[in-house]
């Protein structure tokens, strides 16, 4: 009788077979393209092309300690220490080839959504010219409005119908529309079994520890579009469920419910685990993972660039903040964690606003502690740890 694996074990598999399966189809000759992290994937699944993501192959070698060695070459060819750490890390990995979390196949064209932030404009320019392959470039305008505006929108998908004559003539062979809607609706539908499983952090107790959300985060990056991401997301939902009709919680004693805010530490998330699992505390939710919660009209282009325009470091403070405040309420949160990445500019610049914003209306405790998702030099244990104990300190006094 087989036995059914938990969600932790299946995410594991899957991830140790995509990076199996990514190379051995290489091997046979298919196309292979490196992808931003909220790309519309469904164009590259409707055209069979394997589909490989840098940032997550970079959070996979700091996660195995090897981010350090990636850095190195990066800034030793003259990038500066200044720029995202994924970019160094990955622009390291093209230099030596492996790493830490193992090799990767090198791409025959990239396509690049700067909708997480400028950074990855120039990041796959380099790439680019260092690898000689073509760039697929899609602009997604800044959020400066709370609706994107129908000129925005018909921009977008100007870009789209772009993509798909520049994929026809890479790929030598017409756009497959139909399997092109089959993906939309399998990107949908894993969409929103991920906000689905996220949701269950609403309940008391909650059910999951939501550090393990950030290793869930892989599948719908890397298969949201296909059908292991829905099968995926089927499973973690419906353990969930199990978990809450049982009453079952991830802490025997919940003492304090905590949002993360930004990406986690992708070299010691020891110390996040340990930090709040030896304090009883649980993070119930986090404003990152929620990026990739993107549902559209599949019978709409404007719809579709609406949601990939719509995550939220491509929007302005008012959604931000709101968007923050939902989430206060809804998860019963005590005290927030804003980790301030030294990375990730685009992501963190409002925190210190929002962080006063949030406490000015609700009451909840704010802190901010500094680091970086790839680089450790960024990062004090010793100054995490004070500071995580000082707001779980801060949510006592106010309880009294």
């Given at each position: 009788?087989?036995?059914?694996?938990?969600?932790?074990?299946?995410?594991?598999?899957?991830?140790?077979?995509?990076?199996?399966?990514?190379?051995?189809?290489?091997?046979?000759?298919?196309?292979?393209?490196?992808?931003?992290?909220?790309?519309?994937?469904?164009?590259?699944?409707?055209?069979?092309?394997?589909?490989?993501?840098?940032?997550?192959?970079?959070?996979?070698?700091?996660?195995?300690?090897?981010?350090?060695?990636?850095?190195?070459?990066?800034?030793?060819?003259?990038?500066?220490?200044?720029?995202?750490?994924?970019?160094?890390?990955?622009?390291?990995?093209?230099?030596?080839?492996?790493?830490?979390?193992?090799?990767?196949?090198?791409?025959?064209?990239?396509?690049?959504?700067?909708?997480?932030?400028?950074?990855?404009?120039?990041?796959?320019?380099?790439?680019?010219?260092?690898?000689?392959?073509?760039?697929?470039?899609?602009?997604?305008?800044?959020?400066?409005?709370?609706?994107?505006?129908?000129?925005?929108?018909?921009?977008?998908?100007?870009?789209?119908?772009?993509?798909?004559?520049?994929?026809?003539?890479?790929?030598?062979?017409?756009?497959?529309?139909?399997?092109?809607?089959?993906?939309?609706?399998?990107?949908?539908?894993?969409?929103?079994?991920?906000?689905?499983?996220?949701?269950?952090?609403?309940?008391?107790?909650?059910?999951?520890?939501?550090?393990?959300?950030?290793?869930?985060?892989?599948?719908?990056?890397?298969?949201?579009?296909?059908?292991?991401?829905?099968?995926?997301?089927?499973?973690?939902?419906?353990?969930?469920?199990?978990?809450?009709?049982?009453?079952?919680?991830?802490?025997?004693?919940?003492?304090?419910?905590?949002?993360?805010?930004?990406?986690?530490?992708?070299?010691?998330?020891?110390?996040?685990?340990?930090?709040?699992?030896?304090?009883?505390?649980?993070?119930?939710?986090?404003?990152?993972?929620?990026?990739?919660?993107?549902?559209?009209?599949?019978?709409?282009?404007?719809?579709?660039?609406?949601?990939?325009?719509?995550?939220?470091?491509?929007?302005?403070?008012?959604?931000?903040?709101?968007n923050m405040l939902r989430m206060v309420r809804d998860y019963s949160i005590d005290g927030v964690v804003m980790h301030s990445n030294r990375s990730?500019?685009?992501?963190?610049?409002?925190?210190?606003?929002?962080?006063?914003?949030?406490?000015?209306?609700?009451?909840?405790?704010?802190?901010?502690?500094?680091?970086?998702?790839?680089?450790?030099?960024?990062?004090?244990?010793?100054?995490?740890?004070?500071?995580?104990?000082?707001?779980?300190?801060?949510?006592?006094?106010?309880?009294?």
């Amino acid at each position: 009788m087989t036995t059914k694996l938990t969600a932790k074990e299946a995410v594991k598999k899957l991830q140790a077979e995509y990076y199996e399966e990514a190379n051995r189809a290489h091997e046979e000759g298919k196309l292979v393209a490196w992808v931003t992290s909220i790309a519309p994937r469904e164009f590259l699944e409707a055209m069979d092309i394997v589909t490989i993501y840098p940032e997550n192959h970079a959070a996979a070698i700091a996660a195995k300690k090897g981010s350090m060695e990636m850095i190195e070459i990066a800034e030793s060819m003259g990038y500066s220490a200044d720029i995202c750490s994924y970019a160094r890390v990955n622009l390291g990995y093209v230099e030596k080839g492996d790493s830490a979390a193992g090799k990767v196949p090198y791409p025959d064209l990239l396509f690049c959504c700067n909708n997480i932030c400028d950074t990855v404009t120039k990041w796959y320019e380099i790439l680019s010219r260092r690898l000689n392959v073509p760039l697929i470039m899609i602009d997604l305008p800044f959020g400066f409005t709370p609706q994107p505006t129908d000129h925005q929108l018909e921009y977008v998908v100007g870009q789209f119908k772009n993509a798909i004559s520049q994929l026809e003539a890479i790929c030598k062979k017409p756009f497959n529309y139909q399997r092109f809607e089959e993906s939309m609706h399998l990107s949908n539908q894993a969409a929103l079994l991920w906000k689905e499983s996220m949701e269950f952090g609403k309940h008391k107790p909650c059910p999951f520890n939501g550090l393990d959300f950030f290793n869930y985060m892989a599948q719908i990056v890397c298969s949201r579009g296909n059908e292991k991401a829905v099968e995926f997301f089927t499973l973690l939902r419906d353990e969930l469920a199990e978990k809450v009709a049982r009453g079952e919680g991830y802490l025997a004693e919940e003492k304090y419910r905590i949002l993360w805010d930004g990406i986690p530490l992708w070299y010691n998330l020891r110390i996040m685990n340990n930090t709040f699992k030896e304090n009883n505390a649980v993070m119930v939710g986090s404003t990152y993972p929620d990026n990739w919660a993107v549902t559209y009209d599949t019978t709409d282009l404007k719809s579709m660039a609406k949601a990939y325009m719509g995550n939220f470091s491509n929007r302005e403070f008012t959604f931000r903040f709101h968007n923050m405040l939902r989430m206060v309420r809804d998860y019963s949160i005590d005290g927030v964690v804003m980790h301030s990445n030294r990375s990730c500019k685009n992501q963190d610049f409002a925190q210190y606003a929002l962080a006063r914003e949030i406490t000015k209306v609700t009451g909840v405790p704010v802190t901010i502690v500094d680091g970086d998702q790839d680089d450790p030099r960024a990062f004090s244990e010793a100054q995490y740890v004070t500071r995580i104990q000082a707001l779980f300190e801060t949510i006592d006094r106010s309880r009294n």
